[in-house]
């Protein structure tokens, strides 16, 4: 059977394990129930998420013109200390930037390789924790707005790492700690603007993911230099789909392509 689409960010729920879903436009594709099944991947077009058009996708799934004028790719994005929504300061669309970064903000740990710090809002809980692989999660603060969360980040920063190292978590080489210790230890750098919002006596939330063999030797798959692979799938963790020769792919950094999936 063939899916075609263009790729997005895989939907994900919260079970144990994860489920998780491909969104092929008329199709949902339950990734679980594939693994262990061979499946080809092959490259058709591009498709920006913002125009639409088939042009060469940039950054995030837009096009070079689409990345640098969307909201949704706003600098603050990536950077949250740099929001100014809550100054009536506008970057791309006040409006837009109003509504994403003026509402309930957590700044957490979270463990998927090692511990790092991140954020994300609080509705996207444990969303964002699954998408980055983390086997588990425990929140700091919780801010009303995105630049406190930013600043807050920022701060603690100087004190655990922020990135993931996604090939120690792929691999399942994951450090044992204990994260309400670690969240403990890091109280006292919170800045003072945001103290008011610490959460404590909060436990650790698990998180397991569907996955029956580990890559050893990641190779990761390139569209852009393989456009057309199969392979037998043997898990899903993060937004990566993992297969039986350790050929590892990242459904969330091939967005705005268009591909046909076989099964």
């Given at each position: 059977m063939k899916y075609s689409g263009v790729l997005k960010k895989m939907k994900t729920e919260n079970t144990s394990p994860v489920n998780y879903y491909l969104d092929m436009g008329d199709d949902f594709i339950n990734m679980n129930q594939l693994i262990d099944k061979k499946i080809s991947i092959d490259f058709v077009k591009y498709q920006c998420l913002a125009c639409g058009e088939n042009k060469k996708i940039f950054r995030q799934g837009y096009c070079y013109d689409d990345f640098y004028k969307t909201p949704n790719a706003g600098d603050w994005i990536m950077r949250p200390e740099l929001s100014t929504a809550h100054l009536e300061i506008e970057d791309r669309d006040l409006e837009y930037e109003k509504a994403a970064q003026l509402q309930p903000h957590v700044v957490y740990l979270a463990n998927s390789s090692n511990v790092k710090v991140g954020v994300t809002r609080k509705a996207q809980i444990p969303t964002r924790w699954i998408d980055q692989g983390a086997h588990e999660a425990i929140e700091i603060v919780e801010v009303p707005n995105r630049y406190l969360a930013g600043i807050?980040?920022?701060?603690?920063?100087?004190?655990?790492?922020?990135?993931?190292?996604?090939?120690?978590?792929?691999?399942?080489?994951?450090?044992?700690?204990?994260?309400?210790?670690?969240?403990?230890?890091?109280?006292?750098?919170?800045?003072?603007?945001?103290?008011?919002?610490?959460?404590?006596?909060?436990?650790?939330?698990?998180?397991?993911?569907?996955?029956?063999?580990?890559?050893?030797?990641?190779?990761?798959?390139?569209?852009?230099?393989?456009?057309?692979?199969?392979?037998v799938l043997k898990g899903v963790k993060g937004q990566y789909l993992i297969f039986e020769d350790s050929t590892v792919f990242n459904a969330r950094n091939w967005e705005g392509y268009v591909v046909e999936i076989g099964v």
């Open positions: 807050t980040e920022v701060a603690l920063k100087d004190h655990v790492a922020d990135k993931t190292n996604w090939r120690k978590m792929l691999t399942n080489n994951v450090e044992d700690v204990d994260l309400t210790e670690e969240r403990d230890k890091l109280f006292e750098f919170v800045p003072e603007e945001a103290k008011p919002y610490l959460i404590e006596n909060n436990k650790e939330t698990p998180i397991s993911f569907p996955v029956e063999q580990y890559p050893v030797k990641i190779k990761s798959l390139n569209l852009d230099k393989t456009p057309s692979y199969s392979g």
